[in-house]
């Protein structure tokens, strides 16, 4: 079994230039010089989350970026020696926030799940979780929408209270039951189709030397559960002179269905979006929830082989701005409504580790008056939502839900945080400790703050 | 595989989540940090506790199943790589830290705690431990007590078996033994002292009891440029003869520099400079600065182009993560690289250098210098790509050339990273076949049938048998004539 050195040569005979393919049969598979970069010094480990939950170097950055490049050399099989390696992988990018050779694992993961979905689609099945959601609804605005009205409906006229009498949710799986407890109320209509397309800057306050436009990418989840963070987005950006644009032809980001490994969905969105907010000529393309910004930045990784393509998705990859990160740098005007409240900041992966945006939303908080920030513990490590984690694998989500929520300061009479799916996560947390906490976005104190100074004026 | 009788009882004694058997889950075991050996595991065994790892030693030593112990497998030198189908005992569960004993300065922790965890735990009362390996934020206590770990700060503080005391150990036939002493030196032989370093050859660490310090009142952090290594290494040689003990005197060459740049550690190296120098120094609050102006001092008589003290400790941090950062970061300008591990006398690095430059260019292969260079430990990286045939045994012989320089000018093969099996040819080449079989023997005290992580540290030439045979042949002898 031993591969000594003088057989080492047997193990990789193809030249150093040519691409490795081995069990990755199908089109876009994990990149050689990605995985190549790899040393194999092991620094990613204590930093992995399902590392640190299971001890199991095969649910590990570096096992896994081991197995997807031996399955690449043909020493492997794509079969569930790599797949659940692969899918258990919260797609955090923890990893990458300390990998000294730079290895974009999550690049890697996403291309090796894409194996796997291209695989099951040839044999004619991908998990029903998979084809519900991500092609049925959220690649659909139209049903995404229609889902929303159902579970409005669902919440409002009390057929909510009766399913909760009659029982009739325990059909669902426990995790599930437990996510529809928390659902938020979805009081408002979606901002996508309540804002205007375009709304001016506002007069009060010092305006950007040019005049800056915005176009508010909403989401899906975010506009579904907290359409109201959409529009206090709107109200903070016209609030610093900047005029806001609301493309109508927007859709999805693709996030999930790239993370899922459904490569062929996710451009079919990206081009829609790029065409979308290419098209209203806004400087920014602004974005309030990390898991989208971060896909909306990687749009490029999508169409590598296709230049017209690909120089377009730069040219909007290049636009694509977090709200916080926007804000810091057309320079937001400091609000000046107090909020007394000692609050604390967690980390969404997909802002920190993703987009390497960590002071800029503390700069906001931090900027309102009378708001006190304390250190959240450990506050980089995912809170096991991790798009449709907590969907998929349960048991681990759970096991991070309650490490974050052992960290939260008991000072802290609020979370703060930048993305939509962690707010759900931790929201049931929350409420399954009966803790007395908040869980807030950003833009919600910061929205306060600017909306208090004008009831205080 | 292993017979499903013995991973049923193996199961029966760490749990069912506690064996990993299934042949497609062993293959993110074939190796540690060291990549260009690999070798399947029959099984892996992730214990808890102490009485689970003897147990789990004493089945496997009763079916005959060779093991070896794996902590965080950052080791590089393959210590902890199954080359003979063992099956792999990983610690890493065993995480936790089970007392802290502050007056008297001890801590007792689990093999699989992270080495910076210690620190942090004890920070907050002004303690740290002082082993410091680059690896710190991952590797293992139990993983540096078999490999003897050092650091950059082990020039001043000395290396793991300097601190540690006590470690209860599961010897290779599964009994339990308590070695040293928390508090005394330890009476009789320094077993103990035998244990650190053995790379898990004598048996398996579970509990481990080490100094804690307290951390030294003040420290100051010099940053060197020099256009030429000789400045530098003679800036190396100067600092220590001007009757300064620095905590640490580290040394990167230019490639190490563009490479750690590349990576999120940027200090912004000019790209005309030979060497740069680390320099630490700390004790108490009122001489530290003094001692480093002196250290500034001897730059400017070695022709230093630029030196200056870190401002702050995020200044201070980022130039430690750029040293600590700088073997991975090689990662950034080659596929593969080995790193080497050669100690050599400190008046020698100019010359060392200068031939280790002249094999890289007759190899053809890359080598970045990145060392301790107070204490002489060169690490050269050499950079290869395994997927050109022939280049991984291109770099494993230019490796041994420059080991073998090490040894020729009055060195050793190893400052810190362990023989395992990369450098298992190269002890014979720095010891005689007796010291060899002295070593040997040792070993065979404890671990006669050789089931404990066998093939490392100690080769087994043909002419060692021999010896053995006619060591056994002479017994016999001696014993019929008495």
Redesign the interface.
């Known amino acids: 079994m031993n591969r000594a050195l003088s057989q080492s040569a047997r193990k990789t005979p193809a030249p150093a230039d040519a691409p490795e393919t081995g069990a990755f049969l199908y089109p876009e598979p994990p990149d050689t010089d990605r995985y190549s970069a790899c040393v194999h010094c092991g620094f990613c480990l204590e930093v992995c989350p399902t590392y640190q939950e299971t001890s199991d170097e095969n649910l590990s950055p570096r096992g896994r970026v081991y197995l997807i490049k031996q399955a690449a050399q043909g020493l492997l099989e794509l079969d569930e020696g790599l797949e659940n390696p692969v899918f258990s992988c919260l797609d955090c990018r923890a990893c990458e926030s300390v990998c000294p050779s730079g290895v974009e694992v999550g690049a890697l993961i996403e291309k090796a799940r894409g194996q796997f979905h291209l695989k099951a689609e040839e044999e004619g099945g991908a998990s029903p979780l998979t084809r519900l959601f991500l092609r049925g609804v959220f690649a659909h605005p139209r049903r995404l929408r229609a889902l929303g009205k159902m579970l409005r409906l669902y919440q409002k006229s009390g057929l909510r209270a009766v399913a909760r009498s009659l029982r009739l949710l325990r059909v669902l799986p426990p995790h599930i039951r437990e996510m529809e407890a928390v659902l938020p109320q979805l009081s408002d209509p979606p901002a996508l189709l309540k804002l205007p397309e375009r709304i001016p800057a506002a007069g009060t306050g010092a305006q950007p030397a040019a005049p800056v436009t915005g176009a508010l990418f909403t989401g899906c989840v975010m506009d579904l559960f907290f359409s109201d963070i959409n529009q206090a987005t709107a109200r903070v950006l016209t609030r610093n002179g900047i005029t806001v644009v609301v493309p109508k032809t927007q859709v999805c980001c693709g996030a999930l269905h790239v993370h899922a490994g459904d490569r062929e969905q996710a451009r079919a969105l990206a081009r829609q979006n790029i065409d979308a907010f290419l098209a209203s000529g806004a400087d920014y393309v602004v974005v309030n929830a990390a898991g989208c910004g971060a896909a909306l930045k990687e749009y490029p990784e999508l169409f590598s082989g296709q230049p017209d393509l690909y120089a377009q998705a730069q040219a909007f990859a290049r636009r694509v701005r977090d709200i916080s990160e926007v804000l810091v740098e057309v320079g937001f005007q400091p609000p000046r409504g107090r909020i007394e409240r000692t609050v604390t900041y967690h980390d969404a992966c997909h802002l920190c580790h993703a987009q390497g945006i960590r002071s800029q939303p503390r700069q906001l908080l931090t900027s309102i008056p009378g708001l006190k920030l304390v250190p959240l513990p450990d506050s980089e490590r995912c809170c096991g939502s991790a798009g449709i984690y907590n969907l998929t694998h349960p048991d681990m989500a759970n096991r991070l839900l309650e490490r974050k929520l052992d960290d939260i300061p008991e000072a802290a009479d609020a979370v703060v945080m930048g993305n939509p799916g962690c707010m759900l996560q931790i929201r049931l947390g929350v409420q399954r400790r009966q803790a007395g906490v908040d869980v807030l976005h950003t833009v919600q104190l910061l929205d306060e703050s600017y909306r208090k100074e004008v009831i205080e004026c | 595989m292993l017979s499903s009788s013995l991973i049923r009882e193996l199961t029966e004694i760490v749990g069912p989540g506690g064996v990993?058997h299934?042949?497609?889950?062993l293959?993110?075991?074939?190796?540690?940090?060291y990549?260009?050996?690999?070798?399947?595991p029959a099984a892996?065994v992730?214990p808890a506790d102490t009485d689970q790892v003897a147990q789990v030693v004493r089945c496997l030593a009763q079916a005959g199943v060779p093991f070896l112990p794996r902590g965080?497998?950052?080791g590089l030198s393959g210590g902890a790589t199954p080359?003979?189908?063992e099956v792999v005992i990983?610690l890493?569960?065993m995480?936790k830290l089970l007392h802290v004993d502050f007056a008297n300065q001890r801590a007792t922790v689990q093999p699989?705690f992270?080495n910076l965890e210690l620190t942090r735990q004890v920070a907050q009362q002004g303690f740290y431990y002082a082993p410091d390996p680059s690896?710190q934020?991952?590797?293992t206590i139990g993983g540096n007590v078999g490999e003897n770990a050092g650091g950059s700060h082990c020039l001043k503080y000395g290396v793991t078996t300097n601190h540690v005391v006590a470690a209860k150990v599961v010897l290779p036939d599964g009994e339990l033994v308590e070695l040293g002493d928390p508090y005394g030196d330890p009476l009789g032989l320094d077993v103990l002292g035998l244990l650190v370093g053995s790379e898990g050859t004598l048996g398996i660490a579970t509990e481990i009891t080490v100094r804690i310090l307290k951390r030294p009142q003040a420290v100051k952090t010099v940053m060197a440029w020099f256009e030429r290594v000789e400045d530098a290494s003679d800036t190396v040689s100067g600092i220590i003869a001007d009757g300064i003990i620095p905590a640490a005197c580290e040394m990167m060459d230019q490639l190490a520099m563009q490479a750690?740049d590349?990576?999120?550690?940027h200090v912004g190296y000019p790209p005309d400079i030979e060497a740069v120098l680390l320099i630490e120094v700390d004790g108490l609050a009122a001489g530290v600065d003094d001692l480093a102006e002196r250290v500034v001092e001897v730059c400017r008589r070695h022709r230093v182009r630029t030196v200056r003290v870190a401002k702050d400790e995020a200044e201070r941090s980022l130039w430690w993560s750029s040293r600590k950062?700088?073997?991975?970061?090689?990662?950034?300008i080659s596929?593969?690289?080995m790193v080497q591990d050669g100690v050599i006398p400190r008046t020698r690095l100019t010359e060392v250098l200068k031939t280790i430059a002249r094999y890289s260019q007759e190899a053809g292969l890359r080598v970045a210098n990145v060392f301790h260079a107070g204490d002489g430990n060169l690490h050269p990286l050499i950079c290869y790509?395994?997927?050109?045939?022939?280049q991984?045994?291109q770099a494993?012989e230019l490796g041994r050339r420059i080991l073998e320089l090490c040894v020729d000018v009055g060195g050793s093969i190893t400052g810190e990273h362990g023989v395992g099996v990369e450098k298992i040819r190269e002890m014979e080449y720095l010891f005689t076949d007796t010291e060899l079989h002295l070593q040997a023997r040792l070993r065979e005290a404890f671990n006669p049938r050789d089931l404990c992580n066998p093939g490392k540290l100690i080769p087994r030439p043909a002419r060692c048998v021999e010896v053995k045979q006619a060591a056994a042949a002479l017994a016999s002898h001696t014993s019929h004539t008495v």
Do not use: N, W
């Not at chain 2, 990549?35 to 399947?40: E, I, L, S």
């Open positions: 990993i299934d042949s497609k889950q293959a993110a075991y074939e190796c540690d940090a990549v260009a050996q690999t070798g399947r892996v992730l965080a497998g950052t080359m003979h189908h990983s890493a569960r995480d699989g992270v690896s934020s991952v590797c750690v590349k990576s999120m550690y950062m700088a073997f991975p970061a090689i990662g950034r596929p593969d690289y790509d395994a997927r050109i045939p022939g991984t045994e494993a």
